[in-house]
């Protein structure tokens, strides 16, 4: 199998699951939306129970997921930013696991680590999207950029660790404005952290996201420093 042949697997692959995902959420959205309308306002001590709040945060990620979902492709198209198709799978996947059973399953309870998973696997792909930008910004006719592999490994590094950081800003900000528990601040039957382990989610999200952001990185510059290397003895 040659790599157009790949090229167009990817392609159909990325095309299915993208109309995978765009079902499941919009699926998830519908039934949050009608659970909303007849859900308790408060938890009566009954794990299983969901309340408005949780319901209204299922709406909200799954709105959230739609309008995300067509982010690639808009960037792709405004900035003619080349994206391989196996990332745009991999963000289906991600977006898939995060919100549809994330939420609307409640992965995040049912499935020991599966937060930690996510954003280990998001701090990998944020931290990959980082030597794509290099990468467009080298083969840019306006701007000509060239980086040595550590400081493009350093540019990943912190691109990966800023939107990851950006994102638990977000969700600090959403549930004070919203009253939601997207930083798991509340247990299941609804009992409010206090002290050190109401920090313990978002602590452990920026050390996950740390560690994926770094191996991120070295992978990256093992891979440039070998096609470096390639590029050198192909010139002899």
Excluded at 8 to 32: C, V, W, Y
Excluded at 98 to 111: K, P
Excluded at 136 to 155: A, D, E, G, Q, Y
Aim: with cysteine; aromatic share 12%; net charge negative.
């Amino acid at each position: 199998m040659n790599k157009s042949d790949n090229t167009r697997d990817l392609s159909r692959l990325h095309r299915i699951f993208a109309i995978i995902l765009f079902l499941s959420l919009l699926a998830g959205l519908i039934f949050s939306a009608i659970q909303l309308v007849g859900a308790p306002i408060e938890n009566n001590g009954d794990e299983a129970q969901r309340t408005k709040s949780d319901y209204t945060l299922m709406v909200v990620e799954c709105i959230a997921g739609l309008l995300v979902m067509m982010l690639p492709s808009v960037l792709e198209r405004r900035l003619s930013l080349h994206i391989p198709h196996l990332m745009y799978v991999l963000y289906d996947v991600f977006l898939y696991c995060a919100v549809f059973l994330g939420e609307v399953h409640d992965f995040y309870y049912r499935v020991p680590y599966w937060d930690s998973i996510l954003h280990f696997f998001s701090g990998l792909m944020l931290g990959t999207l980082g030597f794509i930008l290099v990468d467009f910004l080298n083969r840019s006719n306006k701007t000509k950029v060239t980086l040595s592999p550590i400081f493009v490994s350093i540019f990943a590094f912190c691109f990966a660790l800023a939107a990851g950081s950006i994102w638990e800003i977000y969700e600090y900000t959403i549930d004070g404005v919203m009253g939601l528990n997207m930083q798991k601040y509340l247990l299941a039957d609804k009992t409010i952290k206090i002290g050190r382990d109401a920090l313990q989610d978002t602590m452990k999200d920026i050390i996950i996201d740390t560690a994926a952001s770094l191996l991120a990185a070295v992978l990256g510059y093992l891979s440039i420093k070998k096609h470096n290397q390639q590029a050198s003895s192909d010139e002899f």
